[in-house]
């Protein structure tokens, strides 16, 4: 209504001083009709108001309801109604938008069609590259007798290391789907743990990194392949980070006492940990820090583990009790299902 007022304010004043020259005109003419004459006139202008409000509140929704249509189907159609209800003035400006929308709209829609044809790409290309990495396997095993410990360990190093790679990919390329599914079981996470340490014994043995675990044998009901690849990330990190002298990591797998009975993994390193300036920022994407240590890494593997954990019902934390007996750590906690879930 204040809008209403203020756009026509004009307009009211008009009205007013046209109202005070008739009861003027009135009251020097036949003063004894003065009052009848002037309720009248007052009267009358209030309904013109009124009707002239509703009228504007009218004629605003059109506009609105002909600009949204406009904006969610900018076609010749919607440009039409839309020049209907507005005056002729606008007439410039629409067509003016309308052909900015139509070129915008042509460039969006190109760059999608490149960008899916990219992501098709470097998904196939992951999955063709497993076939050479499966035939360095197989020879990594049938060989291992022909091939010296120092160059079979360094194959085995960079076949983990491109592995690790691809997996990634992999893994991120999964995130961008509109559905992704996940198939949960009932899984020992000490088991699950025990196999991705023996994944990465490789990459530990290169640098010189020692593996401790303290380990309940629990069950956490979770996407095993899914779970298996954020326990890689957790390792790895930690390997990579752990001290260069007598470098170790810690694996602990406990189970809360309280009422909630959370089960928790952690990994520990023995490194320098992370900066405090750069601890609130580790799980997002691409973020690598200003710590030396840290400038050659690609910022995707924390941010993936935060994606996936979410997807799984699964909390990530830095800050656990354990950091006063080991250095920096990331700790994954699980909720308990009931046994009935099966």
């Given at each position: 209504m204040k809008a209403f007022f203020?756009?026509?304010?004009?307009?009211?004043?008009?009205?007013?001083?046209?109202d005070m020259a008739f009861i003027l005109l009135t009251w020097l003419i036949r003063p004894e009709a003065i009052k009848s004459v002037s309720l009248f006139i007052i009267l009358f202008?209030?309904?013109?108001?009124?009707?002239?409000?509703?009228?504007?509140?009218?004629?605003?929704?059109?506009?609105?309801?002909?600009?949204?249509?406009?904006?969610?189907?900018?076609?010749?159609?919607?440009?039409?109604?839309?020049a209907v209800v507005l005056d002729d003035s606008w007439s410039q400006?629409?067509?003016?938008?309308?052909?900015?929308?139509?070129?915008?709209?042509?460039?969006?829609?190109?760059?999608?069609?490149?960008?899916?044809?990219?992501?098709?790409y470097i998904e196939a290309w992951t999955h063709e590259i497993k076939t050479p990495l499966?035939?360095?396997?197989?020879?990594?095993?049938?060989?291992?007798?022909?091939?010296?410990?120092?160059?079979?360990?360094?194959?085995?190093?960079?076949?983990?290391?491109?592995?690790?790679?691809?997996?990634?990919?992999?893994?991120?390329?999964?995130?961008?789907?509109?559905?992704?599914?996940?198939?949960?079981?009932?899984?020992?996470?000490d088991e699950c743990v025990v196999d991705v340490?023996?994944?990465?014994?490789?990459?530990?043995e290169e640098k010189k990194t020692a593996f401790t675990c303290e380990m309940q044998p629990l069950e956490v009901v979770s996407d095993r392949k899914v779970l298996s690849f954020m326990i890689s990330q957790l390792v790895s990190n930690a390997v990579k980070y752990?001290?260069?002298?007598?470098?170790?990591?810690?694996?602990?797998?406990?189970?809360?006492?309280?009422?909630?009975?959370?089960?928790?993994?952690?990994v520990h390193d023995n490194g320098n940990g992370v900066p405090a300036e750069d601890l609130p920022f580790i799980f997002d994407k691409g973020f690598t820090g200003y710590h030396p240590d840290r400038q050659k890494a690609t910022g995707m593997g924390l941010y993936l583990v935060r994606k996936y954990a979410s997807a799984l019902n699964i909390d990530v934390r830095t800050e656990?009790?354990?950091?006063?007996?080991?250095?920096?750590?990331?700790?994954?906690?699980?909720?308990?299902?009931?046994k009935h879930f099966e």
């Open positions: 203020n756009k026509i304010g004009s307009w009211l004043i008009l009205f007013m001083a046209t202008t209030l309904i013109m108001i009124g009707i002239g409000y509703v009228w504007q509140r009218i004629s605003r929704r059109k506009k609105l309801d002909a600009f949204k249509s406009f904006l969610d189907d900018p076609s010749e159609e919607t440009k039409a109604t839309l400006m629409i067509e003016s938008a309308y052909t900015k929308i139509q070129k915008q709209t042509a460039t969006i829609s190109e760059k999608q069609i490149g960008l899916q044809n990219y992501q098709e499966s035939l360095m396997t197989l020879i990594l095993e049938n060989h291992y007798d022909e091939i010296s410990t120092y160059v079979a360990d360094r194959l085995h190093y960079v076949r983990l290391q491109i592995s690790q790679d691809v997996e990634r990919i992999l893994y991120y390329a999964r995130l961008q789907t509109n559905h992704a599914d996940y198939n949960f079981s009932r899984i020992r996470l340490l023996s994944d990465y014994s490789p990459l530990a752990a001290s260069q002298v007598e470098g170790k990591v810690t694996v602990i797998v406990t189970q809360d006492k309280d009422v909630d009975a959370k089960i928790r993994l952690a656990t009790s354990l950091l006063n007996r080991f250095g920096f750590g990331i700790e994954l906690v699980f909720p308990v299902v009931v």
